[in-house]
């Protein structure tokens, strides 16, 4: 799942830099490319959040839960996220036609946070945790304007200290309220890894909510899902009705892919998806690779026309899939050079 939810990612990102051109939201390209899009960053967050929790758990099980063993354990991983977060910005600078200022918070600042609170949310109880993520799911209603009315370019820009924490915190692209709804759900899926009834039902009510959200479009007039606009599911910001739908479609993937895993049997297509584990095992250094490859690629294509509809699909698409190769020759042949292995490193 870890693979996948990276594909995904590499995948809309590369969609944003090299859209095709003439192409209208309504066009069925789009709508694919937006709902990979949608589910890519919750399910790169929430699993996120179950590895996390799980190096978390296993800590206190271990009794390496003290003071100065939580911080030897937390400021390499903090630190190295949020480094990696302004080298992405780097990478793709809006400066050379890319997407974030070199300060940005992201998608890694959301996991730093998640780390850092990670030894609190160890020790909390399951029915806590999931009351917890009932508030991240409402807190959109909550904050209200201060939320964020605009775009993603008012996200990626902040002037001075306290726009920077409003822009990690509550408005910006991905800020920890609501966000951490994801991490939250993550951890909820690692504690009741053995309770698949409980997750199914989980599923079920979300289906059934997902439908209700149809309904109300429909009935509305109002368009389902859009990035941004006036919409019942919105990615910019993320309204409650999208981390409920993202939600259950996260957790119904990981349900399908685990199969039987769970009981000790196989999971989905038994060894047919195997072939994606040397992906999962670099998911992060993946992550910030392909910034460098879009950072060329958006430099390059400054002032210069959209590429058509085939042109653009194919270069997404194997932009996307190139990794899967390439990371299985990465774990044959040089699987210590990553940033796994430096976090693996520094930290104990």
């Not at 960053?41 to 996120?48: K, L, N």
């Not at 271990?62 to 400021?75: F, K, P, Q, T």
């Not at 008012?154 to 924490?165: C, P, T």
């Amino acid at each position: 799942m870890r693979a996948i939810a990276v594909l995904c990612m590499v995948q809309v990102h590369t969609a944003a830099i090299i859209p095709p051109r003439g192409m209208s939201v309504d066009d069925p390209a789009a709508f694919v490319a937006a709902a990979f899009g949608g589910m890519a960053a919750p399910m790169f967050v929430m699993i996120s959040g179950w590895g996390i929790h799980k190096s978390a758990v296993r800590r206190v099980a271990e009794g390496r839960n003290g003071g100065s063993a939580w911080i030897s354990w937390l400021i390499p991983r903090v630190a190295l996220l949020a480094i990696c977060q302004i080298l992405v910005n780097v990478l793709l600078n809006v400066e050379r036609g890319g997407r974030f200022e070199w300060y940005t918070p992201g998608v890694l600042t959301l996991l730093a946070i998640a780390a850092l609170i990670s030894p609190i949310l160890a020790k909390l109880g399951v029915k806590v945790r999931a009351s917890l993520m009932l508030v991240m799911a409402a807190s959109p209603v909550f904050l209200g304007d201060a939320a964020g009315l605009g775009g993603f370019w008012e996200r990626v820009y902040s002037v001075g200290a306290y726009e920077w924490v409003a822009r990690l915190l509550w408005n910006g692209t991905y800020p920890a309220l609501p966000w951490l709804f994801f991490i939250l759900l993550g951890t909820l899926i690692y504690d009741l890894s053995e309770n698949r009834n409980v997750r199914e039902r989980f599923v079920a009510i979300g289906l059934a909510l997902t439908t209700v959200t149809i309904a109300v479009a429909e009935a509305e007039g109002t368009p389902w899902a859009l990035t941004e606009g006036n919409a019942i599911l919105t990615f910019f910001p993320a309204s409650p009705a999208f981390l409920v739908v993202s939600g259950t479609l996260a957790v119904l993937a990981h349900r399908i892919l685990e199969g039987d895993e769970g009981g000790g049997g196989k999971p989905w297509r038994g060894d047919g998806l195997s072939f994606l584990e040397p992906l999962g095992k670099i998911t992060l250094t993946v992550y910030v690779a392909h910034f460098a490859v879009l950072g060329v690629v958006a430099s390059a294509m400054q002032g210069e026309p959209e590429l058509e509809l085939v042109p653009a699909f194919t270069a997404t698409i194997g932009h996307t899939l190139i990794w899967i190769p390439l990371a299985i020759m990465h774990q044959r042949h040089c699987p210590k050079l990553s940033l796994e292995e430096l976090l693996r490193r520094v930290s104990n």
